[in-house]
Structure formats: C-alpha cells, structure tokens
C-alpha cells in the first residue's frame, strides 16, 4: 500500500508539473509576443479562458500517454509523444482563434499564428525540459556512484551500439562492479574511436595482444564480456575465443540488450554458444501473455529440460509452479535455482514418480494447473537397448499416467516433450516416445469439434546442446583429459539447439495450440525447426580448436562405431505426415495421425502382459504393430515372430 500511495503521488507530481507548465507556456508567450495594452487585456481575459485550456490539456496529455513513462528513463520516443500532444494543442488554438475567437468573440485573434508557433516551441521546452534534466541528473550521480563502487575493469567486445548500452548500464551500477576500460570491435572502421569516453583499442582478432599489454602496463583487465554482435559469423569468434584460452580472464555474454540494459542477462560464454546457427528470435510478450498468472506443472522439473522449462515459466510470469520429480537431489537444485530467482512466483516441489497413478492423481487434482509440461522420461538410447522394460514403464505408462491426471485435474493444456527420434524408429527411445504420442493424439482428438478438455500436444526437437547426457559436455570433458574425443561415425548427423532456445521454443509451441481449436486446423504434434544437421566429427573437430588445440595433432579423434538404437541421420517428419504451418517462427506442426483410443488401451494391455512375462519380443511385437515404421530387426537383436494385430492406419482417427 505504501508503494502504491507513493506511486499516486509520483503520478499527480507530474500531472501537475506538467498543467502548470501549460499555464506557464501561455503566459511566456504572451509576455514576449505582446506589449502595453495588447499584453494587458489578453491577460484581463486570460482567467476565463486558461481554466479550459489548461482542462482540455490535462485530457490531451493523458490521451498521448505522457503520465505513463518514468521520467529518470526520458528518451526520443518520450518526446516524440509531446510533440504530438502540444502539436494538437496548438492546432486547436488555432482553429478556436481563427473560426471562433476573432469573428466572433473579440473581433481580433486572440493568439494570432506567430503567437501559436512560439507558444508551440515553448510548450515543447517547458515539458520535455525538466524530464531530460531529471534523466542527466539520476544518470549523473549513478555514474559518478557506479565510478566510485567499480572496482573490475572490463574489455567489451563487439560494435558500436552493443557497446554504448553496455557502457550505459555499467555507468547505472546495472552490471555490478564492472567498470568498461576498453573495446575490441569487428571493425576495422571503428579503431581510433571511442564511445561514451572509453577508446576503441583494437579488432577482435588482436585481443591476446591488447590484453597482454594492458597486463605488462599494470592495468589488467579482469573482465571481457561479449555482446551479441560479437558472437556473429562476421565476428569469426571461433579465432578470438581461441586466443583467449591463453589469457585466463573470466569471459561473459550478454542475452539481449534494451533500454539500460533491462531484461538483459550475463551469463559465462560457453563453447555451446557459438556451435549452432543463430537463435531463432523468441516472441516475449506471446510467452508472457500465454504464462502470465498461470499455475503451471511441470514433470521431470529437475532434468536439463524440466529445470530450464521451470526457469521460463517463471521469468515469463506464471503465478505458481509445481516441480514434479523423483530425484531429490534434482529436485533440490531446481528449487534453489527458482527462489534465487526473487522472482514473484509460488514454487511447490513435489517428489513422484510419474509411473505411479495413486501419487500423481491426487497431486495434480489439488493444485489443479492450468499448463501442465511433461517433460520426464528416460532418453538415453544405450540404456534403453538393454532395459527396454523401464523405457515402456516411464516413456509410455508414464506418459499416459501423466496425461490422464491432467485431464482430469482439468488442465488446459497438457504438452508433452518428444524427440526427432521418434519418426521411423529405429530404438526402444523413438518407439517408447512414438507411442506415447499417438495416446496423447488420440486422447487431444476426443476433445476436438466443440468438445471442450484439456488440449494434448507433443513437440519434438533434436539434441540440446549442455544437456545431461549430450555429446557436447562429453567432449569439452575429453578435451580436458588431452583426449582422444570419440565418435561413433565419421557420417553420424544430428540436429542440435540449446537449451535455453528449445525451451522458449516448447513453451511457443504450447501457447499457439489453445489458438487452434477448430478440427481442420487443430495440430497434435509440433516440431522446432533446428536449421541444418551437423556432423559429429565436425562438432568435435570445432570443439577442440575452440579450446585452443589442433585435431588429430593436439588432440586425436576415435571412431569408436555405432551403438545399439543409434541411426546416422535424424528424421522431422514421418513420410505420410501432413505438415502445416503454424505462423511462428522457429515452430512447425503435423497434423494427427493415429489409431483410435480403444485400439491404444488395447495395445497397453498387451504391453502390461509382455512387462510382466518380460517378453521383450512380444512387446517390441506390440510396438511394430503400432508403429508400422518401427523396425525391431536391429543389430545384435534376433527377429521375432509375427503378432496378430492389424495395422493402425484402419483405425486412423477414430477415437
């Protein structure tokens, strides 16, 4: 309350600088434009008349929204809003003078067109004035405070306005105790310059040597923090990342960038940062608006993918998150991670398995979520190969336990997270996971043609770079040891995005399907676009220059051949899919297909007997008969025999 009193006086503080400003502006003018008893009867009638103005004022300000911005944050688009209002203002006056006032009224102009265009070059001063002093004010003494508090000199890199905003947030104490002594630019046309007083030093390409002299002066830096433009293709940073493996200087990333440097992260520069194609430009306010004041749920909440997607859900504005997860030590960590967040979000952990009904029911009725994310499962393809029972009990019984407590919790939208190795599987992961989307089509399908429930949609994408599991920690864990970095296949491609990309990505695919009710547009599965696949030997030949060494001199590289489940290529799309276009971007759907509910539980059921017998060729049986693209003749697994069990596509649709 106290706040929000303070705000109302802030708010009327300014309404009335800016009224009195208005009065102020006519009298100005007035004074300047008229003398002796011109002056002296405008202003013998000026009481009758400047109560309306200064009203019809008030009404004009408010409409071009000049009581809304913070004044200590003044900029161009600020002034641009008062031009426009005392530009209509001045028209009125016009208009009033010339077809009212002086035909009328008085019998001359009361204001008289150079008295308009002074009263509209003074009023423009006398409101965009003291918000630009205010401005230089605050932004002078938390510069001259920021000076005095810096203590860690930084090395920027990248142009010229990434650089100014940065400097700017560093001036305004945004970036802690960094202080900008320096900037490396990409240009070779920025050197010999300086921006905001800081001197351009040298191109990206020179940053060993800059830096070694800045040491050898006694003035080291202790920071280099990277902006985004020097992270681009342009920027080669492969070269000049290189380099500075040899400097042992804590280096760092910015995000975004805005206004002072608001909504913008620091983050430690990783090598994942610079091994796919540019992120696809993720729509903020579509993610807040779809999470904002949402109880969200999300299962496997401490894995790669759960704890990033609870992080989202929670800087996007969800009002209460339920972390679902059986390891309590993850459980633990993501939990940590979301309250040193302070974010204004009620975070619940809960530790269940998603395979056991009787826990995940009740739980997921008493907090009833609006948004429930599946994002728990077992996905290493190994592991799978050998237990492929526990790979059915989580990746589909799971799943459809899941699915089910949110449907009946009431939730809006349940979405499931999938893979690209669920097209044509060639592993116990792709058919576990195929599986699991089909009841979730099946289930999403009861609910189309006006049939109000919750929606169900899978999304499937590639590797997430940094993940647990993922190639890429296990490499820059190699290239640490000296090597060798192993590769199962010189022609082993894979699509890859990070993790933070993937999950903006998931949450953009879940609010686009609530929009898409209507049967002929409805989607059950969305896949992210990834760009071009990348060969692991590549991958792995980048990695190793990128921590500053040579491959197959430095560092050698083993062709150690392909495991059990693993294919060479990853595939989006099955061959009679339908795809469609969602108008996202970075975001596409396929249309359903599926067999019917009643053919689903029936396979569950045999599934059930073939866990219990653990019949590992009746259940793969039951998976081809789903699946017809599954192929369960895989090296080093005998065939099995035939079961009785006609195709799905009979029953396609069908619920």
């Given at each position: 309350m106290l706040n929000l009193s303070k705000q109302s006086t802030k708010k009327l503080a300014i309404?009335?600088?800016?009224?009195?400003?208005?009065?102020l502006a006519i009298v100005f003018v007035f004074a300047v434009r008229f003398d002796g008893w011109l002056f002296e009867e405008r202003m013998r009638q000026l009481p009758s008349i400047l109560p309306f103005l200064v009203a019809y004022a008030g009404v004009v300000y408010w409409f071009f929204q000049l009581y809304r911005s913070k004044w200590r944050f003044a900029s161009l688009p600020d002034l641009s809003n008062i031009v426009r209002a005392v530009t209509v203002l001045t028209m009125t006056l016009l208009v009033v003078d010339y077809v009212l006032v002086a035909p009328n009224l008085y019998g001359y102009f009361f204001f008289g067109k150079i008295t308009l265009v002074l009263y509209w070059l003074v009023q423009i001063a006398l409101l965009g004035g003291p918000r630009l002093a205010y401005r230089y004010?605050?932004?002078?003494?938390?510069?001259?405070?920021?000076?005095?508090?810096?203590?860690?000199?930084?090395?920027?890199?990248?142009?010229?306005?990434?650089?100014?905003?940065?400097?700017?947030?560093?001036?305004?104490?945004?970036?802690?105790?960094?202080?900008?002594?320096?900037?490396?630019?990409?240009?070779?046309?920025?050197?010999?310059?300086?921006?905001?007083?800081?001197?351009?030093?040298?191109?990206?390409?020179?940053?060993?040597?800059?830096?070694t002299d800045a040491g050898e002066r006694g003035e080291p830096f202790r920071r280099i923090v990277a902006t985004p433009?020097?992270?681009?293709?342009?920027?080669?940073?492969?070269?000049?990342?290189?380099?500075?493996?040899?400097?042992?200087?804590?280096?760092?990333?910015?995000?975004?960038?805005?206004?002072?440097?608001?909504?913008?992260?620091?983050?430690?520069?990783?090598?994942?940062?610079?091994?796919?194609?540019?992120?696809?430009?993720?729509?903020?306010?579509?993610?807040?608006?779809?999470?904002?004041?949402?109880?969200?749920i999300v299962t496997g909440g401490g894995g790669s993918i759960g704890s990033e997607i609870c992080l989202r859900c929670a800087a996007f504005g969800a009002a209460e998150l339920l972390v679902v997860e059986n390891s309590e030590p993850a459980l633990f960590h993501v939990t940590e991670a979301l309250a040193a967040q302070e974010l204004p979000i009620r975070v619940t952990g809960a530790l269940a398995d998603v395979r056991d009904a009787a826990r995940l029911d009740p739980l997921f009725r008493a907090f009833a979520p609006d948004?429930?994310?599946?994002?728990?499962?077992?996905?290493?393809?190994?592991?799978?190969?050998?237990?492929?029972?526990?790979?059915?009990?989580?990746?589909?019984?799971?799943?459809?336990?899941?699915?089910?407590?949110?449907?009946?919790?009431?939730?809006?939208?349940?979405?499931?997270?999938?893979?690209?190795?669920?097209?044509?599987?060639?592993?116990?992961?792709?058919?576990?996971?195929?599986?699991?989307?089909?009841?979730?089509?099946?289930?999403?399908?009861?609910?189309?043609?006006?049939?109000?429930?919750t929606r169900l949609v899978a999304v499937r994408f590639g590797n997430v770079l940094g993940s647990v599991g993922s190639v890429v920690p296990k490499f820059k864990a190699q290239i640490e040891r000296g090597g060798p970095v192993t590769v199962t296949s010189p022609e082993m491609i894979r699509y890859f995005m990070t993790i933070r990309e993937a999950c903006d990505l998931v949450l953009t695919a879940a609010s686009h399907a609530p929009e898409h009710e209507a049967q002929d547009e409805?989607?059950?599965?969305?896949v992210l676009k990834m760009g071009q696949p990348l060969k692991i030997i590549d991958l792995a030949e980048r990695m190793i220059r990128l921590a500053g060494y040579e491959p197959g001199v430095d560092i050698e590289i083993a062709v150690t051949g392909v495991r059990p489940g693993e294919r060479l290529n990853e595939i989006l799309f099955a061959?009679?899919?339908?795809?469609?276009?969602?108008?996202?971007?970075?975001?596409?759907?396929?249309?359903?297909?599926?067999?019917?509910?009643?053919?689903?539980?029936?396979?569950?059921?045999?599934?059930?007997?073939?866990?219990?017998?653990?019949?590992?060729?009746?259940?793969?049986?039951?998976?081809?008969?789903?699946?017809?693209?599954?192929?369960?003749?895989?090296?080093?697994?005998?065939?099995?025999a035939p079961m009785q069990s006609s195709s799905p596509r009979a029953a396609a649709s069908q619920p």
């Amino acid at each position: 309350m106290l706040n929000l009193s303070k705000q109302s006086t802030k708010k009327l503080a300014i309404i009335v600088h800016d009224l009195a400003m208005t009065a102020l502006a006519i009298v100005f003018v007035f004074a300047v434009r008229f003398d002796g008893w011109l002056f002296e009867e405008r202003m013998r009638q000026l009481p009758s008349i400047l109560p309306f103005l200064v009203a019809y004022a008030g009404v004009v300000y408010w409409f071009f929204q000049l009581y809304r911005s913070k004044w200590r944050f003044a900029s161009l688009p600020d002034l641009s809003n008062i031009v426009r209002a005392v530009t209509v203002l001045t028209m009125t006056l016009l208009v009033v003078d010339y077809v009212l006032v002086a035909p009328n009224l008085y019998g001359y102009f009361f204001f008289g067109k150079i008295t308009l265009v002074l009263y509209w070059l003074v009023q423009i001063a006398l409101l965009g004035g003291p918000r630009l002093a205010y401005r230089y004010l605050r932004y002078s003494r938390s510069k001259h405070h920021a000076a005095r508090e810096a203590t860690l000199p930084a090395l920027l890199l990248g142009r010229a306005v990434d650089i100014e905003m940065v400097i700017r947030a560093m001036e305004s104490g945004a970036m802690g105790k960094m202080r900008p002594a320096g900037i490396l630019s990409p240009r070779s046309d920025d050197l010999g310059q300086s921006i905001r007083g800081v001197p351009v030093l040298g191109l990206l390409s020179q940053i060993e040597t800059v830096a070694t002299d800045a040491g050898e002066r006694g003035e080291p830096f202790r920071r280099i923090v990277a902006t985004p433009s020097a992270l681009t293709a342009e920027a080669e940073p492969d070269k000049w990342l290189a380099l500075t493996r040899k400097l042992a200087i804590p280096i760092s990333r910015l995000d975004t960038l805005g206004e002072g440097l608001r909504g913008s992260e620091l983050a430690p520069l990783e090598i994942e940062d610079l091994l796919v194609r540019p992120s696809v430009k993720i729509d903020r306010e579509r993610l807040e608006s779809f999470l904002k004041g949402k109880r969200v749920i999300v299962t496997g909440g401490g894995g790669s993918i759960g704890s990033e997607i609870c992080l989202r859900c929670a800087a996007f504005g969800a009002a209460e998150l339920l972390v679902v997860e059986n390891s309590e030590p993850a459980l633990f960590h993501v939990t940590e991670a979301l309250a040193a967040q302070e974010l204004p979000i009620r975070v619940t952990g809960a530790l269940a398995d998603v395979r056991d009904a009787a826990r995940l029911d009740p739980l997921f009725r008493a907090f009833a979520p609006d948004i429930v994310i599946h994002a728990a499962a077992l996905k290493h393809v190994p592991y799978l190969e050998a237990d492929w029972g526990e790979g059915i009990k989580t990746n589909i019984f799971g799943s459809v336990v899941a699915m089910e407590a949110a449907i009946a919790a009431g939730a809006g939208i349940f979405v499931m997270i999938s893979t690209d190795k669920a097209i044509e599987p060639v592993s116990m992961l792709g058919a576990t996971k195929r599986f699991a989307e089909m009841y979730a089509q099946a289930r999403d399908a009861e609910f189309a043609n006006g049939n109000r429930g919750t929606r169900l949609v899978a999304v499937r994408f590639g590797n997430v770079l940094g993940s647990v599991g993922s190639v890429v920690p296990k490499f820059k864990a190699q290239i640490e040891r000296g090597g060798p970095v192993t590769v199962t296949s010189p022609e082993m491609i894979r699509y890859f995005m990070t993790i933070r990309e993937a999950c903006d990505l998931v949450l953009t695919a879940a609010s686009h399907a609530p929009e898409h009710e209507a049967q002929d547009e409805r989607a059950a599965v969305y896949v992210l676009k990834m760009g071009q696949p990348l060969k692991i030997i590549d991958l792995a030949e980048r990695m190793i220059r990128l921590a500053g060494y040579e491959p197959g001199v430095d560092i050698e590289i083993a062709v150690t051949g392909v495991r059990p489940g693993e294919r060479l290529n990853e595939i989006l799309f099955a061959k009679d899919e339908p795809m469609a276009e969602t108008g996202l971007d970075g975001v596409m759907a396929a249309k359903p297909i599926f067999a019917g509910r009643a053919r689903m539980q029936g396979w569950l059921g045999d599934l059930e007997r073939a866990l219990a017998a653990q019949d590992r060729l009746g259940a793969e049986a039951v998976l081809e008969a789903a699946i017809p693209d599954f192929s369960r003749r895989r090296p080093g697994l005998p065939p099995a025999a035939p079961m009785q069990s006609s195709s799905p596509r009979a029953a396609a649709s069908q619920p």
